[in-house]
């Protein structure tokens, strides 16, 4: 089994091929940062002819690298949504061109099944089912991995995702974008007990997440002058893993018996992140697992390897008219929560 993966959902363009055995033969990821630095943020339309301009060349590239050719794929797969709609339209009609030209299945991936199931290509080992954290730039959400295909949403945010309130932090204190790495090398020079700031949500009964407050409160601490950068991103990382790690040990008490702790997603990268759920995780006997940061981060191995899971497990390639979908929820009988699915 080879199939080919393609990611345009966000600001990286991407394309890998990756066999039923985990074997990633090739991968190639072009990131759009300069073009959407001087703006603090993604830019849809920038976004979208970024993907249209480098996507066939990656393509041709991870075929170069593996030495194979489309022929050699049993399928091709391509990100369907969730996401900025201009981008994931350039990587699904080119999914679909491939596929219909070299006559091969279709299929349309979940951009978060991606990101969930991404652990499993990292770790054969990882059994279904598991609880993971999927906390990314678009993302800050709690599931139940039952199954391919079968995912329990127990928490989401109500408002911003954590990867977003790092990027915000990292704009507030001028360290550029994306901001999550430059804040993370930030805060490991500072005291993370210096700035007072707020656990948003700390100890509620749901397991949801709120970063809008913790974000305007790292405003104020920056405009207030008092206060050194470094100290200021220590404490905001600090307030954020202990929001991280109250939230997450309540979704745990609320799940079935689970085989591991799983974290991923663009912040799963973050080392203070790993460490801290890795803790919770040994102190309630569970397994951590934690993909390398390589596919942490948007990627199109995720998503071959999500096509590859769906195969196994028995459903069907796509149409070819599928469309595009900005909106896609993972679990769509979770209850719609204030404010939560306002970012794709
Ligand atoms: O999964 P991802 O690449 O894209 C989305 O699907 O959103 O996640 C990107 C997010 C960005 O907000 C970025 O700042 C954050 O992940 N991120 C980090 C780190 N590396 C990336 N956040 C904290 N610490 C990091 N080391
Ligand atoms: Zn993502």
Not at 83 to 111: D, F, Q, R, W, Y
Not at 181 to 188: M, S, T
Not at 190 to 205: E, F, K, N, Y
Not at 249 to 263: I, P, Q, W
């Amino acid at each position: 089994m080879l199939v080919l993966g393609i990611e345009s959902s966000c600001d990286e363009t991407a394309a890998a091929l990756v066999t039923g055995e985990r074997q990633i033969l090739a991968q190639a990821i072009a990131s759009q940062e300069e073009a959407h630095a001087p703006y603090g943020g993604v830019v849809p339309e920038i976004a979208a002819r970024a993907h249209a301009e480098r996507l066939a060349p990656l393509i041709e590239r991870v075929l170069a690298d593996a030495g194979v050719s489309l022929g050699d794929c049993n399928a091709v797969a391509a990100t369907a949504g969730p996401g900025l709609i201009g981008g994931v339209m350039v990587g699904l009609v080119t999914a679909k061109a491939l596929a219909m030209a070299s006559e091969l299945p279709l299929l349309a991936v979940n951009h978060l099944e991606g990101h969930a199931l991404s652990p499993r290509l990292a770790d054969p080992a990882l059994a279904f089912p598991y609880a993971l954290l999927l906390v990314s730039g678009g993302h800050c959400q709690l599931l139940e991995v039952q199954g391919v295909g079968r995912y329990r949403r127990l928490a989401t945010t109500i408002d911003d995702a954590l990867g977003e309130a790092f990027d915000k932090t990292a704009k507030i204190l001028g360290l550029g974008f994306p901001g999550g790495p430059a804040v993370e090398r930030l805060a490991a020079e500072g005291d993370p007990r210096a700035v007072p700031l707020p656990r948003p949500l700390l100890g509620s009964a749901e397991p949801h997440f709120s970063f809008a407050g913790l974000k305007s409160a790292v405003l104020r601490a920056h405009g207030s002058g008092a206060h050194r950068p470094a100290d200021i991103a220590a404490s905001f990382q600090q307030a954020a893993l202990d929001c991280l790690l109250d939230r997450t040990a309540r979704a745990l008490g609320g799940m079935g018996e689970v085989s591991a702790l799983v974290v991923a997603g663009g912040v799963a990268a973050n080392k203070r992140v790993r460490a801290a759920l890795e803790g919770l995780a040994s102190a309630r006997a569970l397994r951590f697992v934690a993909p390398p940061p390589i596919l942490c981060t948007d990627n199109a191995a995720m998503i071959a390897w999500a096509g590859i899971e769906r195969l196994d497990a028995g459903f069907a390639p796509d149409p070819l008219d599928i469309a595009a979908r900005p909106r896609w929820p993972l679990d769509p009988a979770a209850e719609p929560v204030r404010g939560a699915g306002v970012k794709a």
